[in-house]
């Protein structure tokens, strides 16, 4: 059974009634998904396979409106510095045997 989103995709008419992202919108995801990808390493409810995925993520050098580069451009941050910093975490807390 579709939900009310998967039906919109298959039986919407009228694409003018689709919503336009605003540039502002589009920040504001770049902004929530960068934070939230982040946010992942340090919560132990998030599983394994969820943070590989943020890893890989992170890791990527493509260019796209929501790679992890385009993400920290949006945010003002190096995204190199990010990414060390993040290791320096991920690997203090495995040294720490947790």
């Known amino acids: 059974m579709l939900n009310q989103h998967e039906r919109l ?11 336009e992202w605003s540039d502002d919108k589009i920040k504001a995801l770049r902004s ?3 934070h939230k990808t982040l946010s992942a390493f340090g919560d132990g409810r998030v599983s394994i396979s969820v943070k590989e995925e943020s890893l ?5 050098d493509d260019i796209h409106p929501f790679s992890f580069r385009v993400c920290c451009k949006n945010e003002n941050v190096n995204p190199d510095r990010v990414r060390k910093k993040l290791m320096e975490l ?9």
């Open 90 to 98: 991920i690997n203090k807390h495995q040294t720490r045997g947790h």
């Open 32 to 34: 929530y998904l960068l």
């Open 9 to 19: 995709l298959f039986f919407q008419k009228d694409h003018a009634e689709i919503e």
């Open 56 to 60: 890989d993520w992170l890791m990527e």
